[in-house]
């Protein structure tokens, strides 16, 4: 597992047990990452759907649960414990891909889209605490989140070659796709019942400390008031906006742009699944790095990695389509080695900031920033491509190097002020 070391300080866990829970998150990650490029293919090959109409109707079941759960989802994960938050994750959605099957309207999408999504919202404000409740270092962390997140990258590398052959698929026999959704639902099944199994033996998430002690003081009564409080973890929030909207930027508008530039139809498609690939080769880079600098200043090398991709796609604009085709590699290249710094290090910041017992309320809020950033990246992101073609990877980059600017002086001040977020040492 490249070096996660898993578990830790606390009673032993059969190998059995930890092999499924690494079954269950490698589940989740690679099937989550193959419905997203996978569910227009569906709709519109599989179930006759308008491409416009699809997209509506899962835009307005995910912004609702966004709407509905993006804060309620911390609650639950804190009442509940990572773990039975994982197995209702999975539950939602094993019931609700079937249902896909007999979907005949916008409307019906919409709610089954909801159900979906407010699992994935389930699962992502445990996925700290999960992650937490089996490794014993901020090294072993920083592993493991690489790891997951090369995973999801792989899963999305799948289904961006699905979208790159959707051509051959056309004519391919509905039931081909309509095979999809129930066997996404057994997946989430079996990734459901692995996540309770371990659940049984693997201890909660372990209190933290921010004090020189080593334990961080709960807040006492857990709620959001303590999370609004805490102003470090808010700017560090608002500052990795910047990052999300980069990502969807990435994923949205780089095949649009480069078909504006005179790009082959291939190009686009190439490009993503290189960006896949090179992410999960760059994960031991990233944890490289992991060891020689601070967490937030990691964060800032993330910034800065990808506003200089940003730089180097902004400059495509001034090539011919050849010369776009040979020259995009290079700042792909550049912006996958900042995903998977940022990848490896995020959510371990998220974790070192969360008083005891509200480990699901810090993960649900930072959560924002990736929902936030998806409902409203596509718009925002559109309208600035549509003054230029360059103009959206310009405003992107400067908004980038401010954020860098934030994650310094974050870093900064917390050291001067001894209130840096308490990591755990890494092991020897």
């Keep these: ?4 070391t898993i578990t830790g300080g606390r009673p032993a866990v ?3 047990r930890n ?3 690494m079954a269950a998150m490698v589940v989740d990650a690679v099937g989550s990452g193959v419905w997203i490029t996978f569910s227009l293919l569906y709709f519109v090959y599989g179930r006759g759907m308008e491409l416009t109409a699809a997209g509506s109707a899962l835009s307005a079941g995910s912004l609702t649960a966004l709407a509905v759960g993006g804060l309620a989802v911390g609650t639950i994960t804190d009442r509940l414990g990572p773990y039975l938050t994982a197995v209702l994750s999975c539950a939602c959605r094993a019931v609700a891909f079937p249902c896909y099957l007999l979907a005949d309207s916008m409307t019906a999408v919409a709610v089954i889209a909801f159900t979906v999504s407010f699992g994935d919202r389930l699962y992502w404000a445990a996925h700290g605490g999960l992650v937490d409740s089996v490794t014993s270092s901020e090294q072993a962390q920083r592993g493991l989140f690489a790891l997951l997140n090369s995973l999801r990258n792989v899963g999305l590398g799948v289904g961006a070659l699905a979208v790159a052959l959707a051509s051959s698929l056309q004519g391919a026999d509905t039931a081909l796709w309509n095979a999809i959704p129930p066997v996404n639902a057994a997946s ?3 990734a459901g019942v692995l996540f309770g199994w371990v659940g049984r033996t693997h201890a909660p998430a372990r209190d933290r400390g921010t004090g020189r ?8 009564h857990a709620s959001y008031r303590g999370v609004l409080a805490n102003r470090g973890f808010l700017v560090f929030t608002g500052a990795t906006l910047t990052l999300t909207l980069s990502s969807v930027a990435f994923d949205s508008i780089l095949p649009v742009y480069l078909r504006s ?6 190009a686009p498609p190439a490009a993503y699944v290189l960006s896949c690939v090179a992410i999960p080769v760059f994960q031991p880079l990233a944890l490289r790095l992991g060891r020689r600098h601070a967490p937030l200043r990691l964060m800032s090398v993330a910034a800065v990695l990808v506003a200089a991709a940003f730089g180097g796609l902004a ?10 085709v040979i020259g995009v590699g290079v700042p792909v290249l550049v912006f996958s080695l900042g995903e998977a710094v940022f990848g490896a290090v995020a959510m371990t910041i998220v974790l070192a900031y969360t008083t005891s017992g509200e480990a699901g309320r810090y993960s649900a809020f930072y959560q924002l920033a990736w929902g936030l950033s998806g409902a409203l990246g596509p718009g925002v992101h559109t309208l600035l491509f549509s003054a230029s073609g360059s103009v959206p990877w310009l405003v992107l980059g400067c908004a980038l190097l401010v954020g860098a600017a934030v994650y310094l002086g974050l870093d900064r001040a917390a050291t001067a002020q001894d209130e840096a977020p308490h990591y755990r040492k890494a092991e020897a």
Excluded: E, N, Q, Y
Excluded at 1 to 4: A, D, K, N, P, S
Excluded at 213 to 220: A, D, E, L, N, P
Excluded at 315 to 322: F, H, P, Q, T
């Design 1 to 4: 597992m490249g070096g996660v």
């Design 213 to 220: 002690g080593g334990r961080r003081k709960s807040c006492g």
């Design 315 to 324: 400059a495509l604009s001034l090539l011919d389509g050849r010369g776009v």
């Design 19 to 21: 092999r499924g829970f």
């Design 188 to 190: 989430f099944a079996v």
């Design 261 to 266: 530039l005179d790009a082959p139809l291939w």
């Design 14 to 16: 059969s190998a059995g």
